[in-house]
């Protein structure tokens, strides 16, 4: 998919009732935006992606986090939805214990 492309995917993924199991859903949203699904099916599968995607899901679960949203900052878990204060706290924090130990 180009580069930008996948912001439009989620938008139309998004807009009203889909069935997210049925993988027609995918193909015909990506066949709308005049995408080859063969080659996005390719790349989803490619080895990198699914490594990346299971080592992701490794550290979540050995973290604790088993939904969405969750995150990870400085090895330290946020589970649920925060606002940018929360995080910007949480790296200033960081950044201070790193000068000042």
């Known amino acids: 998919m180009e580069p930008g492309r ?3 995917f989620r938008e139309a993924l998004l807009k009203g009732d889909v069935a ?3 993988p ?10 005049g995408i080859d699904v063969s080659k996005v ?3 989803i599968m490619d080895d990198f992606i699914t490594e990346t995607i299971a080592a ?5 679960r050995d973290f604790g986090i088993s939904g969405t949203p969750g995150y990870i900052v400085n090895g330290v878990p ?3 939805a925060y606002g940018a ?3 910007e706290e949480m790296i200033a924090l960081t ?3 790193k000068t000042h130990p």
């Not at 859903?25 to 066949?31: K, P, T, Y």
């Not at 992701?56 to 979540?60: H, K, Y």
């Open 6 to 8: 996948e912001w439009q």
């Open 20 to 22: 997210w199991d049925a």
């Open 24 to 33: 027609s859903v995918f193909e015909s949203i990506l066949q709308s935006m």
């Open 41 to 43: 099916a390719d790349r």
């Open 56 to 60: 992701d899901v490794r550290e979540a």
């Open 78 to 80: 946020i589970k649920g």
């Open 85 to 87: 204060d929360t995080f």
């Open 95 to 97: 950044l201070a214990e």
